[in-house]
C-alpha cells in the first residue's frame, strides 16, 4: 500500500490539524512495518506499510517518517504514539537476547516431586533456567499458609544467586488467593541483589495452575532485557523525528499498556499483534461479534471478535514450546500469507515458508524467481501489482489448485473456531486479504473494510488501557458481594497501573466460576477492566 493522506481543505483543518491531538499507531509484523495516524474521531489521516528490516528499528524509523510526510502533519502534533511489537515473541521463538533467571518456587515439601522448568524444551532451558531452589511458603486456596516462609533460605538461596542470573522469577502455590508470601520474597531478594535485578511476581502474570503460572513468570522475568532494549529502541525512534508523544506498547488483549508497565511485564506483549488486527477489524466493520482473519505476509492468524475484543483462550497456551496460562488471545495461526510459497508439485500446496519481508525482491511478479501466494492473486485479476506480464504464463492447473487450496484451508481453519455450524460472518484484513475468495463455505458475509491492509496499526492506535484479575476465593470468609468487590477493585488499579485514567474505568467483562473440587465454597473470579489513556498536559 503506498502512503495516503487527506489533505486540509480550509482554515478550520488546516487548524484542527495544528491541536496536539492525534495518534500513531505502528505495528510491526514478519514483512511489513504499518503505521497509520488518526484524528480524535479515529478518522485515518494516513497510512503506510514500510518493510521490516532485520534490526526492526530501521524499519520502525522509515514507517514513521513515510506516515509523517504522507500526513502533512507537524511531529509536535502527534499525542500518543502505540507500538504493537514482535520483539518478544521472536525472543522466546529462536532463543535470542534472554535473560538467566533463578527460579523461586514457594510450596515445599508438597511440590517438590515436580522441578520447575521440567517440561520444558531443553534449548530454552539451557538458556533460561540456570538456577532454582523449592522453599517452604505458599498457601492453601482459602489464604491461609500451606507452611510458613523461611526467610533465612530465601535470603541464602538469593546469595547464591548472586552473579549468576539476571532477573527472578517468583511464584507461590496459590499465590493468586495470597500474594503475602512472593512480595515478601520480592522484598529480600532486593535486598541481597539489589534494585537493578528485576524480579517477577505470578500472582501479577498467571492464573491458577501451578505450573503454567510458574512458566509464565520465568519467561516473563526472561524477557526483560528485551523488553528494555525494545522500549528504548522506539523511543529513540519517536524521538529522532521529534515526536513529543506518550508511547504506549499494545497488549495481547487488544489493549495499552505504558512503557514502564511494558518493561515490568513483557509477556503481555507476546501475540499483541494478531489483537491488535482484530480490534483493528472490530473498529473498521463496526462489528462487535465476528470471525477475524488476518493475512499477513508470513502468517494467517484466524480469531474471534467477541463484544469488540479478541476472545481469550480458556486453554493452556504454548509459547516456544512452553505450556503457560496467562491470558492470550484464542487465536489459529497458520503458515499461509501473501508471501507463502507455492509448490508446485503433482499435489499443489501454499506455504508455510514465505519469502517473509523480501517479498519485493523474491515474488515473480518484482522479478523474482519464487511463485508465491500474492503472484496467484495477481495471476486471478484480484489486484494489480507489480509486472503482471510475469505471471500471465502461468499453468491454469497452477493456478486454479493454488487458489482452491487457500480457499479450502481458509474454510477449515474457520470452521475449527466457530463455536456453532451455522454461518457466520467474517471480516478479512491485514495485507495478505487479497487472497480471499469472494465466497466461502460457513461465511454468511466476507467483509472487506477500507484500510483492512493497515487494521493491525489501527487497532493499537485506537485501544483503551484494560486490567485483569483472575484468582479464587473462598466464600467462607468473604461474602460472594465481598468477594467480586475485592476483584473489581483490584482491577481497577492494575488498569490505572497499565495507564488508563482514574475516572472513567469500567468493567468490560466479569466471570464468575464455581470450584466443586475444592472444598469451603470455592469460586474463581475473573474480571477485565478497561479505561481511557491517561490524559498529559501538553
Known amino acids: 500500500m503506498s502512503p495516503s493522506a487527506v489533505e486540509p481543505t480550509n482554515q478550520a483543518e488546516q487548524a484542527r490539524r495544528r491541536d496536539r491531538s492525534f495518534r500513531l499507531g505502528i505495528d510491526v509484523g514478519g514483512t511489513h512495518t504499518d503505521a497509520v495516524i488518526l484524528d480524535t474521531t479515529d478518522r485515518v489521516i494516513a497510512s503506510t506499510k514500510a518493510p521490516t528490516t532485520s534490526d526492526i528499528t530501521t524499519g ?25 511489537t514482535t520483539h518478544c515473541t521472536n525472543a522466546v521463538v529462536t532463543r535470542r537476547e534472554l535473560n538467566s533467571v533463578g527460579v523461586i518456587r514457594l510450596g515445599a515439601p508438597a511440590t517438590r516431586a515436580v522441578e520447575p522448568l521440567l517440561t520444558w524444551p531443553p534449548d530454552l532451558k539451557r538458556v ?18 500451606l507452611s510458613e516462609l523461611d526467610e533465612k533460605e530465601v535470603r541464602k538461596t538469593a546469595r547464591a544467586f548472586k552473579g549468576h542470573v539476571h532477573a527472578v522469577a517468583v511464584t507461590g502455590v496459590f499465590s493468586s488467593v495470597n500474594a503475602v508470601h512472593e512480595l515478601r520474597v520480592r522484598e529480600i531478594v532486593r535486598e541481597e541483589l539489589g534494585a537493578d535485578i528485576p524480579v517477577s511476581l505470578s500472582s501479577e502474570i498467571g492464573s491458577v495452575s501451578l505450573l503454567e503460572r510458574e512458566n509464565a513468570t520465568v519467561l516473563n522475568a526472561a524477557l526483560m532485557r528485551v523488553a528494555q532494549r525494545a522500549m528504548k529502541g522506539f523511543e529513540r525512534a519517536v ?36 489483537a491488535n488486527s482484530i480490534r483493528g477489524a472490530a473498529a473498521l466493520s463496526q462489528l462487535r461479534d465476528a470471525i477475524v482473519v488476518d493475512i499477513g505476509g508470513t502468517t494467517t492468524d484466524i480469531g474471534v471478535l467477541h463484544k469488540g475484543f479478541p476472545r481469550e483462550s480458556q486453554l493452556a497456551v504454548e509459547i516456544g514450546g512452553v505450556a503457560t496460562n496467562f491470558r492470550m488471545p484464542d487465536l489459529i495461526s ?80 474457520i470452521d475449527r473456531v466457530k463455536l456453532s455450524a451455522g454461518p457466520v460472518p467474517v471480516v478479512a484484513v491485514g495485507g495478505g486479504n487479497i487472497l480471499f475468495p469472494d465466497t466461502l463455505r460457513g461465511v454468511s458475509e466476507i467483509i472487506r473494510p477500507e484500510q483492512a491492509g493497515v487494521a493491525n496499526a489501527i487497532g493499537v492506535a485506537i485501544a483503551q488501557v484494560s486490567g485483569t484479575v483472575d484468582s479464587v476465593f473462598s466464600l467462607e470468609k468473604l461474602s460472594r458481594t465481598e468477594a467480586l468487590d475485592q476483584a473489581t477493585a483490584l482491577a481497577h488499579e492494575r488498569t490505572i497501573a497499565a495507564g488508563a485514567a482514574p475516572d472513567g474505568v469500567e468493567v468490560l467483562d466479569l466471570e464468575e466460576v464455581p470450584l466443586a473440587y475444592l472444598p469451603g465454597n470455592a469460586v474463581r473470579i475473573k474480571v477485565k477492566a478497561v479505561g481511557s489513556l491517561r490524559m498529559v498536559p501538553d
Do not use: W
Not at 533460561?128 to 499458609?145: C, M, Q, W
Open 60 to 84: 520502525i524509523v522509515q514507517a514513521l517518517q513515510d506516515v509523517l510526510a504522507a500526513s502533512q502533519l507537524p511531529p509536535d502534533t502527534i499525542a500518543y504514539a502505540m507500538l504493537g
Open 128 to 145: 533460561v533456567g540456570v538456577r532454582h531452589a523449592i522453599l517452604p511458603g505458599g498457601h492453601e486456596y482459602d489464604g491461609e499458609p
Open 239 to 274: 524521538r529522532r523525528l521529534n515526536i513529543p508523544a506518550t508511547l504506549f506498547l499494545g497488549q495481547n488483549d487488544g489493549s495499552l499498556m505504558s512503557l514502564d508497565y511494558a518493561v515490568q511485564y513483557p509477556i503481555f506483549t507476546i501475540a499483541s499483534g494478531p
Open 334 to 413: 497458520i503458515g499461509l500469507g501473501g508471501g507463502s510459497r507455492v509448490h508446485p508439485e503433482a499435489a499443489i500446496c501454499v506455504g508455510p515458508d514465505s519469502v517473509g519481508y523480501q517479498l519485493q525482491a523474491e515474488a515473480r511478479i518484482f522479478g523474482g524467481s519464487q511463485l508465491t501466494a500474492t503472484d496467484l492473486a495477481v495471476a486471478a485479476g484480484r489486484i494489480q501489482l507489480g509486472n503482471p506480464g510475469r505471471v500471465q504464463a502461468l499453468p491454469k492447473t497452477t493456478l486454479d489448485q493454488g487458489l482452491d487450496y487457500i480457499r479450502h484451508t481458509l474454510e477449515d481453519y
